[in-house]
């Protein structure tokens, strides 16, 4: 009798199931922000792109989708002419078609929480390159909007500067994207999107190259009666998202 493929005889478990166990119930979603300063609680939050992270059935880290918009500066808020001139943004040009930030958190929250949902996640938490200004940005902007549903994590963070220096020896994000062998185009850097994207790429890209080392420790944690299996439901220590 023939041998049974592998692929039929043990099928792989489904990319939620993968998503949802590699890191312990988080979607890690990247977000990077332009801004009117370094000051989270007083400059004005001016871009906001977010980049989700997407799983094939083998387990690899791919780029998903990326939504973005233009933010009004909130009443009151500083405006650093340094800031501006570095970032390029004019926050008054009467073409920009900026949203106020409630408006805008909510519609990249929508998107987060059905990603977040579909790969049974518990809750997003946030990836960026030097990611305690993006996570200080918009924990400042949920306050001040008032929003209640916020599906990111409120302080834990991946960092790829942190991953990108223990990876590839490199934490200024041009640099590390290209040592890992991807394009950097400096013309479209300090744009939201482009950072953000580029800062997914680079996220995937790590990961997935601990993939084997990511393997050891899951067989590590099922000796340890950690987890039993790669189907095994996650403890509750955190809060699944409100629907």
């Excluded at 043990?10 to 890690?28: C, D, E, K, S």
């Excluded at 990247?30 to 300063?37: A, C, F, L, P, W």
């Excluded at 008054?92 to 909510?106: N, T």
């Excluded at 909007?145 to 991946?158: D, G, I, Q, Y």
């Amino acid at each position: 009798m023939s041998e049974i493929p592998a692929s039929i005889a043990a099928p792989q478990p489904a990319p939620g199931v993968l998503m949802a166990h590699r890191f312990r119930g988080f979607l890690p979603v990247v977000i990077d922000v332009e801004t009117g300063g370094f000051h989270a609680a007083t400059d004005a939050l001016l871009e906001i792109a977010a980049v989700l992270i997407d799983m094939d059935t083998s387990g690899v880290l791919k780029r998903g989708a990326t939504v973005s918009y233009h933010v009004q500066p909130f009443p009151g808020a500083r405006l650093d002419p340094a800031a501006l001139s570095v970032n390029g943004i004019d926050p008054f040009h009467p073409l920009r078609p900026a949203l106020p930030e409630r408006d805008v958190l909510l519609r990249v929250f929508r998107e987060v929480r059905h990603a977040a949902r579909a790969y049974d996640c518990r809750r997003a938490i946030l990836v960026g390159h030097n990611a305690a200004f993006d996570l200080g940005f918009l924990n400042a902007a949920v306050a001040r909007a008032e929003v209640k549903r916020n599906p990111f994590h409120p302080f834990s963070c991946f960092d790829t500067a942190t991953l990108a220096g223990a990876a590839l020896g490199q934490t200024v994000l041009a640099k590390a994207v290209t040592v890992a062998g991807m394009d950097w185009d400096s013309s479209q850097a300090h744009s939201a999107v482009y950072d953000a994207e580029r800062t997914a790429d680079l996220f995937c890209h790590v990961c997935n190259k601990m993939g084997e080392s990511y393997s050891q420790a899951q067989r590590r944690a099922c000796a340890l009666g950690w987890l039993r299996g790669p189907s095994e439901p996650l403890e509750e220590d955190e809060p699944k998202l409100e629907s």
